[in-house]
């Protein structure tokens, strides 16, 4: 099957006893067994019967095998977040002694997460241009745990060469570890770039219209450690499993997730050409424009479309506010692929508590406004932008 039909039709690990065409919600916190047996068998793995909803819950494990059928991946494993995604799956990877290599251009709890929480028990990060594969392969020795990165950089838009940083991973045996959140998995193959855990936040274009918060780890077996620790160790002693009612509303974001996807991605391309035409706005980074500087990367690595995230760029940090206080159809929030078209400043937000210095560091602008472009006809959202400039 396509991925747009596996979506919608992949089979149920059980019949249901009323033949329901959506998996039922089971909220429930445990399950009876028959005997003895059936109970160890459960508890110890020998089969894959649900025991506990902190570990294993129907609804949730079908939405991770409808994941699994279009991806291809060994297993998937559905967190509360996408930060919990990330959390969980770097600690399965370190420990104390190792490092992770990564970069500056991270999502702002992304970045605290490496070089704080991380760095005090012991992990050290290691951070520098991953567009550069020389410096990435000075950074890597013996004690790396880990590469990891976003494929495309939020809110700096900066693309690596997926591949060039596969064949690093490569040569020293460690797994290449990324954030596609940007491009959703229907349209972007991870494991064929050389991608070894994939880890999305479900809460923007999965989960259909920003009706909850979610996260997968996408494990494509290349790291069997791996792929033990993550269910065995992490979900059971952590506790970050997704819940059975956003599992079920993310399954049915997830049967729209290509069509909307496609509208929102040409949405955002026509709303870039446009808005360079505006007086008022500097700069306008799309990776779907021909003169931006990782279009050709962006395209030979994504295909045709480029994602539905924009920045622009004003005169100065109070024109952003300005503008922002303006808007009458854009929505002033956080998050990213709403249906909902979106603008938020990430410098005095999202990266507000840091530093000065650590958002120059990081590339984070003063006057830079993001714009997450939803379903909207693109004529209303110029006309929104025109008259808030």
Avoid: W
């Amino acid at each position: 099957m396509k991925k747009q039909t596996a979506a919608i039709h992949t089979s149920f690990q059980s019949s249901d006893a009323y033949n329901a065409l959506s998996m039922p919600v089971y909220h429930t916190a445990a399950y009876e067994f028959d005997n003895a047996s059936e109970m160890s068998d459960a508890f110890c793995g020998r089969s894959d019967r649900p025991d506990y909803s902190r570990v294993m819950n129907p609804t949730v494990t079908f939405f991770e095998n409808k994941v699994k059928s279009l991806t291809g991946a060994h297993e998937v494993v559905a967190m509360s977040s996408g930060m919990a995604a990330i959390s969980n799956s770097l600690l399965a990877l370190s420990s104390a002694g190792k490092n992770i290599v990564s970069s500056r251009h991270l999502f702002g709890n992304t970045y605290s997460l490496i070089t704080g929480t991380l760095s005090r028990f012991g992990v050290e990060p290691r951070l520098c241009d991953l567009t550069d594969p020389a410096a990435v392969e000075k950074m890597v020795d013996s004690d790396t745990c880990c590469i990891f990165f976003e494929i495309i950089t939020n809110p700096q838009m900066e693309v690596a060469d997926i591949k060039a940083l596969a064949a690093i991973a490569r040569r020293h045996g460690i797994p290449l570890v990324a954030d596609t959140t940007m491009i959703p998995f229907t349209q972007f193959g991870a494991a064929d770039a050389g991608i070894d855990i994939e880890i999305v936040s479900s809460t923007k274009y999965l989960s259909g219209g920003a009706t909850s918060i979610g996260g997968l780890v996408i494990d494509y077996g290349n790291f069997p450690e791996f792929s033990k620790r993550i269910r065995n160790e992490m979900l059971f002693n952590l506790g970050a499993y997704m819940t059975p009612h956003v599992a079920y509303m993310q399954t049915i974001g997830l049967e729209t997730l290509d069509a909307r996807y496609r509208i929102q991605s040409a949405n955002a391309l026509a709303l870039a050409r446009r808005l360079s035409s505006l007086d008022g706005i500097m700069h306008v980074n799309y990776l779907g424009l021909e003169d931006n500087p990782y279009h050709a990367l962006a395209k030979a690595q994504f295909g045709d479309t480029s994602g539905a995230m924009i920045t622009i760029d004003l005169a100065d940090r109070d024109a952003c506010f300005r503008f922002i206080n303006n808007l009458r159809l854009i929505r002033r929030a956080t998050n990213l692929f709403d249906n909902k078209s979106l603008a938020i400043h990430p410098a005095s937000t999202i990266f507000g508590p840091f530093t000065d210095a650590q958002r120059q560091s990081m590339d984070i602008k003063e006057t830079t406004i993001r714009l997450s472009v939803g379903l909207e006809d693109v004529d209303d959202l110029f006309d929104d932008i025109r008259q808030a400039l």
